[in-house]
């Protein structure tokens, strides 16, 4: 049973923009952090951002400043601003929702831990 459906990939040219959007299937997210990551072929899965449940959020560094998590104010839907792609952002991303204070720091794309989504191609043309 799919828990969290992700939308908003697609292709763009180099500097523009791209929004991400996972929206859970059974569940809210008031009570889970919510995050992130990427895996591009032939690297391994990258963390990229994470929402926790009080609204703090955390980058990695290669996203800093470029990437914006966010949520609707009824936690019904997850976002992932992406502004500025470069080139080495191309990847499939994956939301993932965990319980607080569960959220890996690594990861297998998808994992069997946690909840995940079925993953969103992002391509970014130069």
């Known amino acids: 049973q799919v828990q969290l459906v992700e939308s908003g990939g697609g292709s763009v040219e180099s500097g523009g923009s791209l929004r991400l959007y996972c929206i859970p299937s059974?569940?809210?997210?008031?009570?889970?952090?919510v995050g992130w990551y990427r895996q591009a072929p032939g690297n391994e899965c990258e963390f990229v951002a994470r929402i926790d449940s009080d609204g703090t959020t955390l980058y990695s560094d290669s996203v800093k400043g470029r990437f914006t998590a966010s949520h609707d104010n009824a936690k019904k839907t997850v976002y992932l601003q992406m502004n500025s792609l470069k080139p080495e952002d191309p990847a499939v991303y994956y939301c993932a929702a965990y319980l607080p204070l569960f959220f890996p720091t690594s990861a297998v794309c998808p994992s069997d831990t946690g909840y995940w989504g079925q993953g969103s191609q992002v391509t970014v043309s130069s």
């Open positions: 059974r569940f809210t997210f008031d009570d889970t952090d």
